[in-house]
């Protein structure tokens, strides 16, 4: 081989080289990726809630990946933390070890996050929160966890203000699961019912593994008129309180008096799963699906169009998560130390279950929509317009 | 005295419930001197087929009991027959007992792949009817619950007193070796238990769901206590599992009204450990042997 076939040969390959580099180095720009990490009850009994958050993701994700943000791509990897400590920390680990997230969404059950966010902190990945309301997790506060969702203190002060004022109720029962959530918000609202002259007849807790409640509601219908009581749990357990009130005629759906108070833990279609036993049910949503604002229309036709279904209040709790992120990829951020920075500088997000704007804790102070809803004889439910 | 009366009834249905499940955990252990780790999931089961009769066949209530039944009668055969009796054959006790865990592992993880995690609502229609009656309460489902046990515990007493087949069970129960030599088929009659533990098993769940929160792990949430009055029953002792199981009931409702529902595990596993310490053969001191 001459040297001139050489040079040129060696010349065709640098040119071919140089060829792919330069085809090759768009490419590599769209594939940048934010790691989304997210930690849901897949199973156990709050599974519910991660079925629901998958959907909102997912649409959100489609939405966002269209265009993408900032040349950037968000990818989601899910891992189930099943609402308890144990497998979310085991869940956790996995995540932070294995695929290395940006950032991570979840969990929903206050017990989870809490055991999640020393390795979050750790990690120095930030974890954004929209399901868990112990006040534990953002007081005194801790640089790497955000929450959107309203704490303990905001939702209990809230309904126990109503419930004196409006509902005019004078006695209650607090029925609550033993967990971190359950105690500080049956806590809250202790607090404030009784601070404004009303009386706490009976304080009951118990185990996620209580399954029959006749005895708890035998126990409740024998303290006499109850005017509300205010209820902590998780969907199934919630679900055996309500029949069970209804079949001790405590309710009205049993013909008595009390009305059950709910938070933001029920998903819709938990009226219809308790019959008539939910007559009069009034609880707490960060959705109100006849909310005329762009961003609540806009979601709700593209989760029928591709669910085919209509949305319930947690489904927009987990895609607001996932816009969020992209805001916040959008002003920049890209790695978990700019996300994190980017989180903490929010200002003004609007966002289908309202604002977001997080203070010195990194809880979210800017919630406008909290809507009040009671369940009506056939079953369907109205906003009360009390916020 | 309303309330006492009340949560004496409330304790009666929910022991009943308790009954129909530690029933074929003792039989079983009457005839085999084996736990069955899969128990609980032969009731979750029971639950699903009583519910999807329901709600996917259009099928009423009291016909999704019979096929609750026969669901968990011929899991129990199938299991036996392709698991628990060749590993038996091989003479080592404890590879049984290490398949049943082995069984249950695989039949939760199977009904967490066909069913999903998401809790069902089964709702019975009986439920919502209530009947009063100075001052108490019982709805017909609980009415239900309470007869369906009564009636199992006098058939499966009339089988064990009364027929040649309860006779050989107990027979076996007794003495297996001996029982072979007389003529009775020990491997049929094991066979048999199973199909019975199970069948009850699978009915137990058709009665539990509209009472559990219906997911593929329903079934270990009542299975705990049902060992626990095994133990205090006096393991295998049929009469004594009866007895723990309604004393298990009434204990909880009583305990839900005076000490609170969070207290119910402390006191029940606390009988369980005076129980163990003081009588151990457990509330009806039989030998084993004559336990079925």
Known sequence: MTLRLRVRRLAAGMLTATAVAVIATPLHAEDKTIKVGALLPISGPGSYFGVQDKQGIELALELVNKAGVNGYKLEVKYEDSSCSPLPATQAAKRLLEQYKPDVVIGEECSDATLAIMPLMAEAKVPLLNAGSSSIKITEPGNPWTFRIMPNEVMQGVDIATNAYKRLNARTAVLLYENTNAGIGNAKVFNDTFTKLGGKILADIGFGRDVNDFTAIATRLAGLGPVDVIPTYTLEGQGLKITQALMQAGVTKGGDGHAIQLGTIWLPFGFEQKAGKAALGYIRIVQFDPTDQRPAVRDFIAAFKAKYNQDPTHLHPDAYDQITLIADVIKRGAKDPQSIRDGLAATRDFSGVTGSAEFDKTNQNVKMDTVHYMETLPDLSWKALGWN | ?292
């Open chain 2, 1 to 292: 005295m309303t309330v006492v009366l009340q949560q004496g009834i409330n304790g009666v249905v929910l022991g009943s419930l308790y009954v129909l499940v530690a029933l074929g955990l003792t039989l079983i252990y009457g005839v085999l001197v084996q736990i069955n780790f899969a128990h609980a999931d032969i009731v979750t089961l029971g639950a699903f087929s009583a519910y999807f009769f329901m709600h996917g066949l259009g099928g009423g209530y009291i016909p999704s009991i019979a096929v609750a039944l026969a669901v968990g009668g011929a899991l129990g055969w199938l299991m036996n027959a392709a698991i628990f009796a060749p590993l038996r054959r091989q003479g080592n006790e404890l590879l049984p007992l290490i398949a049943t865990i082995g069984v249950s592992v695989m039949l939760e993880n199977a009904m967490l792949a066909w069913f999903g995690p998401v809790p069902y609502a089964f709702d019975s229609p009986l439920s919502n009817d209530v009947i009063r009656f100075a001052g108490t309460f019982i709805t017909l489902q609980n009415v239900l619950i309470i007869a369906v046990s009564v009636a199992t515990i006098a058939l499966l007493y009339a089988f064990m007193k009364f027929t040649f087949l309860g006779k050989a069970l107990r027979a076996v129960s007794q003495d297996r070796e001996t029982a072979g030599l007389m003529g009775i088929d020990p491997d049929r009659l094991v066979m048999l238990t199973f199909v019975i533990a199970s069948a009850l098993a699978g009915m137990a769940g058709a009665m539990l769901g509209p009472v559990l929160v219906l997911t593929p792990f329903a079934g270990t949430s009542v299975i705990v206590k049902a060992f626990a009055i095994v133990i205090i029953g006096g393991f295998g002792n049929v009469e004594g599992t009866i007895l723990a199981g309604l004393m298990v009931g009434l204990i909880e409702s009583y305990t839900t009204q005076y000490l609170g529902p969070g207290m119910i595990d402390i006191v029940v596993f606390a009988l369980l450990l005076v129980m163990l310490a003081v009588r151990p053969t457990g509330l009806i001191a039989e030998k084993r042997e004559e336990n079925v």
